[in-house]
């Protein structure tokens, strides 16, 4: 079997300035969910002192809490503040930019429909920015003329332009909503190999991973631990690409590709 990387892949600039916030608190310090969605770094953070907590009550007062890179609501930086906790923000600045894109639309009375997964921390955060409640999780709809338009940063970048010429043939719409320019740029060199299978390196609750899992015009795998990786079978594939997702460590890539061009080549 032929192995081949695809560039560009792997950590982004957001994901890239989150890990470098974090290895940089002293411990112990605690992060706001996941820094970001993958269990290696997870892992590798949890053993230099930080710890993990699903809720700001899981903080003891005065401690320093990271918030991840998929960003919060206004309304957890206001419960942060109350609780004099000392914030370190690791939010993508592409992130806050959907963040202010929501709240702008918000402001000018407009319902704001977001596109993207309603369990995901980014999505979450991006609600919490709009008032009154309209806020709508595509497929929810609002009854309006006029709507705003934005997006998770880690969707399908072509799902994400079909559904906003979707909205435009029933709203008036104003839109910001794409993926990000890593997210983007990472899809587009997947739909472009041309071998008979592509390896996404990435959780499975990893987004962009499972995104660029859906783009690939050939069979996919995807692994997230080297354990994973030895459980896939191969059989069949000739030319295997090998990429992986924005949160997943060169390291883990370089040991999966070595093991790959090792074991089945
Ligand atoms: S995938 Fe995009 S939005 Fe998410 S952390 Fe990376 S650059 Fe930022």
């Known amino acids: 079997m032929k192995v081949e990387a695809i560039f560009p892949h792997g950590f982004c600039a957001g994901v890239t300035g989150a890990v470098k916030k974090a290895l940089a608190l002293p411990a112990p310090a605690y992060c706001l969910h996941e820094l970001v969605h993958n269990e290696l770094v997870v892992e590798g953070l949890r053993k230099r002192g930080i710890t993990f907590v699903e809720s700001l009550d899981d903080v003891p007062c005065g401690a320093t809490v990271l918030f991840s890179a998929h960003g919060v609501s206004p309304s957890v930086r206001e419960k942060a503040k109350s609780r004099g906790l000392a914030v370190v923000d690791a939010t993508c600045p592409f992130v806050t930019r959907v963040h202010n894109a ?52 880690t969707m399908n970048a072509d799902e994400v332009a079909k559904i906003v010429e979707e909205l435009r043939a029933r709203f008036e719409v104003e839109t910001t909503a794409e993926v990000c320019h890593a997210t983007k740029e990472r899809q587009d060199a997947v739909k472009a190999f041309c071998g008979d299978a592509v390896l996404v390196l990435g959780s499975a609750q990893s987004s962009n991973t499972r995104r660029l899992c859906e783009v690939a015009r050939c069979r996919t795998f995807r692994a997230g631990t080297m354990d994973e990786l030895k459980a896939l079978d191969f059989s069949g594939v000739e030319t295997l690409g090998v990429t992986s997702g924005a949160s997943t460590p060169e390291s883990f890539f370089e040991e999966a590709l070595k093991h790959l061009k090792e074991e089945c080549q």
């Open 102 to 153: 929501a709240r702008d639309f918000s402001e000018r009375g407009l319902p704001v429909v977001v596109i993207g997964h309603p369990a995901h921390a980014e999505v979450k955060g991006i609600v919490g920015e709009v008032a009154d409640g309209r806020a709508y999780v595509y497929p929810d709809l609002p009854d309006a003329d006029r709507i705003g338009v934005v997006s998770q940063t």
